[in-house]
């Protein structure tokens, strides 16, 4: 590389011949006469800030959905909220829908691997009973931890 290709932009002797602005090396192009700035649509499907309703919720609220539904449409957004009940509506999903695993079978599936995880990276179950007291808030005994320990194993 040549001294002259070296030379700094920002030196006091570079870019002199130039306009010292940010995109001073750009041509300078006339604006347009029209157009530019924001368009103007605004598709905004959930509140723009934290903690707003959305008033459609209130349509549910009518219709007598209970206080559990109108949670869950509260929390995923009221169109999200529609599509899934377009869905459990359908005659095969409200069969599987009534065979559901209640919740908390889901939270044990959770423990009992994360309990699995921390046996398999060498943590003793004293660690484990920590570890899982702090992180899922469940207060099993040593005991108990060892015998799922000991049934994964098998």
Known sequence: ????????????????????????????????LEGGGYLDICNISKPAYRGATDPRLDILRKLGLSDAWLAIATIVGFDEFIFSWAIMDDE??????????????????????MIMDLASAGKSPEEIRATINKKLRDTRS????????????R
């Open 1 to 32: 590389m040549s001294a002259m290709n070296s030379e700094k932009r920002n030196s006091k002797h570079g870019m002199t011949d130039q306009v010292q602005r940010v995109g001073g090396r750009h041509e300078y192009m006339p604006l347009a």
């Open 92 to 113: 095969t999903a409200t069969t599987a829908l009534s065979a559901m695993p209640r919740f908390s079978r889901f939270k044990k599936y959770v423990r009992d691997q």
């Open 142 to 153: 040593v005991r108990h931890i060892k015998r799922i320990i000991e049934g994964g194993n």
